[in-house]
């Protein structure tokens, strides 16, 4: 299992493997939302929990469908499949190396955005804590949506069809935890809520993707 | 003491029968090499028998843990080194060493190599190192000589060969000459499933339909 | 004699058959009937004006667009853990009616609302979740028309329809949480706590069961498609196979 999570990052880092990208899209998104709503900062900072916590969802989104597809076609799949080790283990594993090469960054690196969009010094730290509690479902639910396509030819657009409506409630409770502590309001409920989207999908989703994974290797 | 033992097997792809009344045991030492056109049901088969998906009748049995299946693809990580490659798949297996997978592979010159770089002989070769890295008795290898030519087809049947002195048993699935000479052939055109109506099997999921 | 009997299709067929006309009858009578009592014969509420008319038909859209995932959750799971065909394809005839019917409970909701907010859309907790629903419809219609074998199909729309009647719920809760919304608290409740008068309550429970039987008759036809569309495949298979 430590194995291929170590594959997978290497995979990941080596040339094409995609690492950053998601990165230099979330700086993308940022810098273009200035252009779309004025420079001037009171709404930049009213905005900037939902645009970051956006930003987030997308470049998560993007890299996807890289998790299972590039295995399938090289047959790797296959042979994981047969080896001596859970495929929900498996499953479990790439969602962890996809959030370790996605969430992680953008986890460390939005107090920098933060500050691009005048996220007020008060609500920084929220960030990072709700980032951090958030990502990690938004890529065990990735993983899921990535389980149910793998099979198929052009299942990038349907995978974000797929997949963004389970983000809702993770984007709903981030956003309003990040809001909300910028206000200085209570912020038990969101936090709470948050960490047990996280917590749910992490111990229950992979289920379902070894089991969409079987179906599609049949 | 059969490695493999397969007793009335049916298989279906697509939700309709293709192979059925299928029997053959497989015993230590010994190769079997499955014959039949394309279509017929061959990677169907060894899918099955890797348990990649269910069988429609019938029974497959063998100890716990002895098979490594090799499909068309090698699985290979392309921008990983050879070394890594094998070294990702002995861990996965629990088996540690990997340089006697090198030295009969003939690797050993290429391990810093990525794999990328290398041939598609070279790359089927590798294929085969991990089969050996796995460290299972029963080789389940599905057109293992694809793309490969007569020298490197030669360094495959010497490696089957050397697998089966070491007491193991292979099963491969091909429609070309593997020069593995004492292997047993079993034709599967023979077990093509009949429709039902000439007293073919019923069962699979579509035929609920007609 | 079980009810499983009739997860064989060819015995679903025959039943059904002759099981259609009489729904599509009753079905019918009761819509009819409903929508004329409830439209026609109903005097205008002085504090609502016309526009509360619509509940005819939002408030019984709104309700199937629900109950429609929930019948599809109790079919896959019959898929997948009994392997009836009929099951599958029930889940799968039924989707387009949900999406439909979430999208009328939309509509008819927006033109409910704008007399009332004096808006077409507002961010109300209950209409974005029927959004969001109706996005949950899409996408499993979406992965039922993009997998080629049927079967497969079957299996991973069942694990959607599972996973997405979870996120939905979920959603839903967490759609109330993010606007405490303008729609009035329960008005209509089974055990009649008289919220609403009787004049509006009766045509409204025809209307209800109305749809209901409409949805077994669209449902009946749309399963008997699919198990036909099923057999000619097979037939086609086996032609190749031959």
């Known amino acids: 299992m430590i194995a291929l999570l170590i594959r997978d990052l290497r995979l990941a880092v080596r040339a094409g493997g995609g690492f950053g990208l998601g990165l230099a899209f979330f700086l993308i998104v940022v810098t273009l939302v200035p252009f779309g709503v004025g420079p001037q900062g009171d709404i930049l900072a009213r905005i900037a929990p939902g645009i970051l916590w956006l ?60 500050i691009l969009l005048h996220l007020p010094a008060s609500a920084q730290s929220w960030l990072v804590i709700s980032l951090l509690l958030g990502t990690p479902a938004l890529s065990v639910l990735g993983t899921f949506g990535a389980a149910l396509t793998v099979g198929l030819k052009r299942g990038g657009l349907l995978l974000s069809l797929l997949v963004l409506p389970f983000y809702v409630p993770t984007l709903i409770f981030g956003a309003e935890l990040i809001r909300r502590g910028a206000q200085g309001m209570a912020t038990e409920i969101p936090l709470l809520m948050l960490a047990g989207i996280t917590a749910a999908t992490v111990a229950l989703i ?13 | 003491m059969a490695m493999l033992s397969v007793s009335n097997l049916a298989v279906s792809r697509g939700g309709l029968p293709v192979l059925e ?42 100890p716990a843990e002895s098979m490594a299946y090799a499909a068309h693809s090698d699985g290979l990580k392309s921008t990983l080194t050879v070394s ?10 629990a088996t540690q060493d990997i340089e006697p997978a090198l030295e009969r592979m003939n690797l050993r010159g290429l391990a810093n190599r990525a794999a990328m770089s290398l041939s598609a002989g070279q790359k089927r070769r590798l294929g085969l190192a991990r089969l050996l890295v796995t460290g299972r008795p029963v080789w389940v290898l599905d057109e293992p000589t694809v793309s490969l030519d007569t020298a490197s087809v030669a360094l495959f049947a010497q490696a089957v060969r050397g697998h089966l002195a070491t007491g193991g048993a ?41 | 004699m079980s009810l499983w009997e009739y997860a064989n299709p060819v015995k679903f067929m025959k039943t059904s058959g002759f099981l259609l006309p009489w729904v599509v009858g009753l079905a019918a009578i009761t819509l009819v009937s409903g929508l004329v009592w409830g439209y026609l014969f109903v005097p205008a509420a002085e504090n609502f004006g ?12 709104a309700m199937m667009a629900i109950n429609i995932w929930g019948m599809m959750l109790v079919t896959s799971l019959i898929w997948l853990i009994r392997r009836h065909h009929v099951s599958a394809l029930a889940a799968k005839a039924a989707a387009p009616i949900g999406a439909v019917m979430t999208l009328i409970a939309l509509i008819t909701g927006a033109v409910w609302g704008q007399p009332m907010w004096g808006t077409w859309w507002e961010w109300d907790p209950r209409l974005t979740s029927f959004l969001i629903l109706f996005l949950f419809y899409l996408g499993y219609i979406a992965l039922w028309a993009a997998v080629e074998n049927p079967d497969t199909a079957a299996d991973l729309t069942s694990v959607l329809a599972l996973v997405g009647a979870v996120f939905a ?3 839903r809760y967490a759609a109330n949480f993010w606007n405490q919304g ?31 039987l409409f949805f077994i008759a669209l449902v009946l036809v749309r399963t008997r498609t699919e198990i036909r569309n099923r057999r000619l495949g097979a037939l086609q298979q086996r032609e190749r196979m031959a």
């Open chain 3, 182 to 212: 303008l729609h009035q608290g329960a008005t209509l409740s089974l055990d009649k706590e008289q919220h609403i008068a009787d004049v509006y309550w009766f045509p409204l429970l025809l209307c209800l069961a109305g749809f209901v």
């Open chain 1, 55 to 114: 930003g987030a969802l997308l470049a998560c989104l993007l890299s996807l469908d890289r998790i299972f597809a590039l295995d399938f076609e090289d047959g790797s799949l296959d042979l994981l499949a047969t080896a001596p080790m859970p495929l929900e283990g498996v499953v479990a594993m790439k969602a962890f190396a996809h959030w370790l090469t996605t969430g992680l960054p953008l986890v460390i690196a939005a107090p920098v955005f933060g």
């Open chain 3, 169 to 171: 719920a979920l959603s």
């Open chain 3, 50 to 61: 016309g526009s509360v008319k619509v509940i005819y038909v939002h408030v019984p859209a």
């Open chain 2, 21 to 62: 009344n299928l029997s053959f045991a497989l015993d230590a030492g010994q190769a079997l090499v499955l014959r039949g056109p394309n279509g017929i049901g061959k990677t169907t088969l060894l899918r099955t028998l890797a348990g990649l998906q269910p069988a429609l009748a019938g029974t497959v049995s063998m």
């Open chain 2, 170 to 210: 292979a099963l491969l699935a091909t429609h070309i000459d593997l020069g593995l000479e004492e292997a047993k052939v079993l034709d599967l055109a023979p077990f093509k499933a009949l429709p039902p109506e000439e007293g073919g099997m019923m069962g699979a999921f579509d035929e609920a339909f007609l």
């Open chain 2, 84 to 93: 890594e490659n094998l070294k990702f798949w002995a861990s996965v297996y």
């Open chain 1, 206 to 218: 992979p289920f379902a993707s070894a089991a969409a994974i079987r179906v599609n290797l049949r």
